[in-house]
């Protein structure tokens, strides 16, 4: 079983459409989730923190599933800007400052 | 301004010869990483350095060094580069175990000829 599992993709949805990707984990005892953000031939960028009690920031909001180890991202309102790679990321066990990524889901936002 | 820094930013090679790869940050991070990472596929982890202990992943090949000369730099040496060496190069930095949150730098793109 693959460590952190996205579906690859590509997602292609309409400006202003709701999308949510979502991404299971394989460790239990990973404590550490995030939503990375990859453009096209760019560096991964933090998109945010996945807390358990769920956040929101802006049009996105994570949520997480210890029970399920399953983490989500939704995003409202898409806008072009929005069309990337979102790469799920899960520390890799308890106390570990070592990150699992994902390969990723490609969303394309069509005007 | 810039906090995870990597030049050069494209690196074209010959087959067999030696390349280094250079990151440096400003946030005085304790953690440095090295990444491979090649289309479609999630960063693969080389090794690390907590402060001045380095640490190389398993199936990292030999092919592969670096060095940390002091908390702001890192470099990565591939020895002989070969064609399926072609990659991204990210270099990343987290704060300490306490905040395993990285911050990655612009990456430096590898061309093997």
């Known amino acids: 079983r693959k460590e952190v599992e996205q579906d690859p993709g590509p997602f292609n949805v309409p400006e202003g459409a709701t999308v949510a990707f979502n991404c299971t984990y394989s460790?239990?005892?990973?404590?550490?989730f995030f939503w990375y953000r990859q453009d096209c031939r760019k560096e991964p960028k933090l998109l945010m923190s996945?807390?358990?009690s769920g956040n929101e920031d802006g049009r996105f909001t994570a949520q997480l599933n210890r029970a399920s180890q399953y983490i989500s991202l939704l995003i409202r309102d898409s806008k072009l800007s929005d069309s990337a790679t979102y790469l799920c990321v899960v520390n890799s066990g308890a106390g570990s400052y070592q990150l699992t990524f994902g390969k990723g889901t490609k969303l394309s936002v069509i005007p | 301004d810039a906090m995870v820094i990597q030049n050069p930013r494209y690196q074209v090679t010959q087959f067999g010869k030696p390349v280094t790869l250079s990151c440096s940050q400003t946030l005085n991070h304790n953690v440095m990483y090295w990444y491979q990472q090649k289309s479609s596929q999630a960063p693969k982890l080389l090794f690390h350095y907590y402060d001045k202990d380095f640490n190389n992943e398993a199936d990292t090949p030999d092919n592969f060094q670096s060095r940390r000369p002091n908390t702001s730099f890192c470099f990565l040496d591939i020895r002989s580069p070969g064609l399926g060496d072609a990659a991204m190069y990210l270099c990343?930095?987290?704060?300490?175990?306490?905040?395993?949150?990285?911050?990655f730098g612009p990456g430096t793109r590898l061309t093997v000829l």
């Open positions: 990343a930095t987290s704060r300490d175990m306490a905040d395993p949150t990285q911050y």
């Open positions: 460790n239990s005892a990973s404590q550490s």
């Open positions: 996945v807390y358990s």
